[in-house]
Nanobody
Framework: QVQLVESGGGLVQPGGSLRLSCEAS????????MAWYRQAPGKEREWLAR???????NYADSVKGRFTISRDNAKNTMYLQMNSLKPEDTAVYYC????????????WGQGTQVTVSS
């Protein structure tokens, strides 16, 4: 099974930026569509952005125009550039594959905490 390690989170002021990374183990990373998700306290996990293996992207309305997803298949790594951060972006951010039934996934990495606060 592919192991996923998220990193790059932290505390940032409103309007600030962060870049998250997702490193995947194994040699099948470049096969899958991948995505970023987040879960805020007391809320369900939500999908934010996805990227196909050839680089096509889609975004949730809540982050469109502010977040950019990218991937480097040679490095088995995916990124999320987050700009114009808002307090409501505070959450634990996760990466994983993307399929329509992603809510049924059993495996999730440890995530990386993003806190947007002044």
């Amino acid at each position: 099974q592919v192991q996923l390690v998220e990193s790059g989170g932290g505390l940032v002021q409103p309007g600030g930026s962060l870049r998250l990374s997702c490193e995947a183990s194994g040699n099948t990373f470049n096969i899958y569509a991948m995505a970023w998700y987040r879960q805020a306290p007391g809320k369900e996990r939500e999908w934010l952005a996805r990227i196909t293996n050839n680089g096509n992207t889609n975004y949730a309305d809540s982050v469109k125009g502010r977040f950019t997803i990218s991937r480097d298949n040679a490095k088995n790594t995916m990124y999320l550039q987050m700009n114009s951060l808002k307090p409501e972006d505070t959450a634990v951010y996760y990466c994983n594959r993307w399929t329509p039934d992603w809510r049924r996934y059993d495996y999730w990495g440890q995530g990386t905490q993003v806190t947007v606060s002044s």
